[in-house]
């Protein structure tokens, strides 16, 4: 993935690198025009996320959470296209593209926005011909407005440069991306500016995947000191943790796997804000088969039986790389905070070692153990049964959890790894739903 480096030779570089006490005679002798340029260039309060130091790449994807400052990288990127103002261009480009989901969306928000091209331009405002659907400098500089909604209205045009905005929400996504690379064909080397909240489509895996598409990662957090006071801390405790709050905050690209037991969306039905009362609670372990960092984690998950006869998630403490004594003290210390009335334990791992080491921690705790027999998906499918019967419910956000579930396919995680948070879930409400969970066999630790 290309990334920019740190450096630049633009003018703004050059004023920054002097000594204070010579930066007044440069100044003087660059001329008056270049000093308002230069006073009043975006790099004083732009983020390098934001700021392409090497001049512009050929295609550049900006991904981004909601605020934070892709429509601004983007409007000042246009501007600076059309004016040639460094380190976006080094002369002027004259025939631009503005292309977004509606043509409503290209003025309301690329153009008359906030942070849009004409609200962000300085000393040279260019004007907005409504009825002709373009924007015009005074130098001839003109930048055509396109729909996602009409693919075809790009046939025809060419164009030294183009700013596409919230692609992942485009109508006719690749039909409109492919029209558009057709009339990238003016100048030396035409440019193309992609910003937009992720979403898992077609459009964006494929630019995700391409080694010469230039990726750029911003979070809403990274601009807070543009956003309005208590916006932040309100939305995140809204939504931190959820799937919504990791793509529209933290601009995160969430997928579903085809083949997995779960979903996204199946998920966030299950979200309780606050579980009823609870007749049984019990903590399930699914032991490390070593206490190596590179090893597996040791899943660690509570939950409880409501009256209506759900199950409840209530917790997942899961630990990787720890030593028997921390995990079995981490499951001991969830059993009593939640007064739980039984411990599972798999003993296929660690056998007897495991409920022993738990035994050291606190000789008190009822354990059990449980023996797998059957494999992990196997296992699994009677549980991810119940989720769709909406007969499990999740006491909150459970990131990783939730990850873990929605990439458990038939052959095991992606990443190769051992599902032990979902080995442990498993373990909870199987124990909670016998009726209606595969019930494995399992005998009780005298």
Same mark, same amino acid.
């Given at each position: 993935?290309?990334?920019?480096?740190?450096?630049?030779?633009?003018?703004?570089?050059?004023?920054?690198?002097?000594?204070?006490?010579?930066?007044?005679?440069?100044?003087?002798?660059?001329?008056?025009?270049?000093?308002?340029?230069?006073?009043?260039?975006?790099?004083?309060?732009?983020?390098?996320?934001?700021?392409?130091?090497?001049?512009?790449?050929?295609?550049?994807?900006?991904?981004?959470?909601?605020?934070?400052?892709?429509?601004?990288?983007?409007?000042?990127?246009?501007?600076?296209?059309?004016?040639?103002?460094?380190?976006?261009?080094?002369?002027?480009?004259?025939?631009?593209?503005?292309?977004?989901?509606?043509?409503?969306?290209?003025?309301?928000?690329?153009?008359?926005?906030?942070?849009?091209?004409?609200?962000?331009?300085?000393?040279?405002?260019?004007?907005?011909?409504?009825?002709?659907?373009?924007?015009?400098?005074?130098?001839?500089?003109?930048?055509?407005?396109?729909?996602?909604?009409?693919?075809?209205?790009?046939?025809?045009?060419?164009?030294?440069?183009?700013?596409?905005?919230?692609?992942?929400?485009?109508?006719?996504?690749?039909?409109?991306?492919?029209?558009?690379?057709?009339?990238?064909?003016?100048?030396?080397?035409?440019?193309?500016?992609?910003?937009?909240?992720?979403?898992?489509?077609? +459009?964006?895996?494929? #630019?995700? $995947? /391409?080694?010469?598409? *230039?990726?750029?990662?911003?979070?809403?957090?990274?601009? !807070? =000191?543009?956003?309005?006071?208590?916006?932040?801390?309100?939305?995140?405790?809204?939504?931190?943790?959820?799937?919504?709050?990791?793509?529209?905050?933290?601009?995160?690209?969430?997928?579903?796997?085809?083949?997995?037991?779960?979903?996204?969306?199946?998920?966030?039905?299950?979200?309780?804000?606050?579980?009823?009362?609870?007749?049984?609670?019990?903590?399930?372990?699914?032991?490390?088969?070593?206490?190596?960092?590179?090893?597996?984690?040791?899943?660690?998950?509570?939950?409880?039986?409501?009256?209506?006869?759900?199950?409840?998630?209530?917790?997942?403490?899961?630990?990787?790389?720890?030593?028997?004594?921390?995990?079995?003290?981490?499951?001991?210390? +969830?059993?009593?905070? #939640?007064? $739980? /009335?039984?411990?599972? *334990?798999?003993?296929?791992?660690?056998?007897?070692?495991? !409920? =022993?080491?738990?035994?050291?921690?606190?000789?008190?705790?009822?354990?059990?153990?449980?023996?797998?027999?059957?494999?992990?998906?196997?296992?699994?499918?009677?549980?991810?049964?119940?989720?769709?019967?909406?007969?499990?419910?999740?006491?909150?956000?459970?990131?990783?959890?939730?990850?873990?579930?929605?990439?458990?396919?038939?052959?095991?995680?992606?990443?190769?790894?051992?599902?032990?948070?979902?080995?442990?879930?498993?373990?909870?409400?199987?124990?909670?739903?016998?009726?209606?969970?595969?019930?494995?066999?399992?005998?009780?630790?005298?």
């Amino acid at each position: 993935m290309k990334t920019w480096p740190p450096c630049s030779s633009s003018l703004t570089t050059e004023l920054s690198s002097l000594p204070v006490n010579s930066q007044l005679p440069w100044l003087r002798k660059v001329g008056e025009r270049r000093i308002w340029s230069i006073r009043n260039e975006w790099f004083r309060s732009a983020r390098l996320a934001q700021y392409p130091l090497l001049g512009s790449p050929e295609t550049w994807l900006l991904l981004g959470g909601r605020g934070a400052g892709k429509t601004r990288t983007g409007a000042e990127w246009i501007n600076g296209l059309a004016r040639s103002i460094p380190p976006f261009a080094g002369h002027k480009h004259f025939r631009l593209a503005l292309v977004g989901e509606t043509l409503a969306d290209v003025r309301d928000v690329m153009i008359e926005g906030i942070s849009g091209i004409a609200t962000i331009s300085r000393r040279e405002r260019p004007r907005f011909e409504a009825s002709r659907r373009r924007l015009v400098w005074k130098d001839g500089q003109v930048a055509l407005m396109f729909s996602s909604e009409d693919p075809e209205s790009l046939r025809g045009h060419q164009f030294e440069a183009a700013w596409c905005d919230e692609v992942a929400k485009w109508r006719h996504a690749e039909d409109c991306f492919d029209m558009l690379q057709f009339g990238l064909r003016l100048g030396e080397r035409p440019l193309q500016l992609l910003t937009t909240t992720p979403r898992p489509t077609r +459009l964006l895996k494929r #630019l995700l $995947a /391409d080694p010469m598409v *230039v990726k750029t990662h911003m979070t809403t957090q990274d601009n !807070s =000191a543009n956003l309005a006071a208590g916006f932040l801390a309100a939305v995140e405790r809204r939504y931190a943790g959820s799937v919504l709050g990791r793509q529209e905050l933290g601009g995160e690209l969430i997928e579903d796997r085809a083949d997995a037991l779960w979903s996204r969306g199946l998920l966030e039905t299950a979200i309780v804000s606050t579980p009823r009362e609870l007749k049984r609670i019990v903590v399930a372990v699914d032991p490390p088969a070593s206490s190596r960092k590179t090893s597996d984690a040791c899943g660690i998950v509570a939950a409880g039986l409501d009256g209506e006869g759900r199950a409840v998630v209530l917790a997942d403490a899961t630990l990787r790389g720890a030593q028997p004594q921390r995990w079995a003290s981490q499951a001991v210390a +969830l059993f009593h905070s #939640l007064r $739980a /009335d039984r411990l599972l *334990v798999e003993v296929n791992q660690g056998g007897e070692m495991a !409920s =022993a080491v738990i035994r050291t921690v606190d000789p008190a705790v009822p354990v059990k153990a449980v023996r797998a027999r059957r494999g992990k998906w196997l296992r699994a499918e009677p549980v991810a049964a119940l989720y769709h019967q909406g007969r499990v419910l999740h006491a909150g956000r459970f990131a990783e959890l939730e990850d873990e579930m929605c990439d458990f396919g038939p052959d095991g995680l992606s990443n190769g790894h051992s599902p032990d948070r979902v080995d442990a879930l498993v373990w909870a409400v199987t124990e909670l739903m016998p009726d209606h969970a595969a019930e494995p066999r399992i005998r009780e630790l005298r």
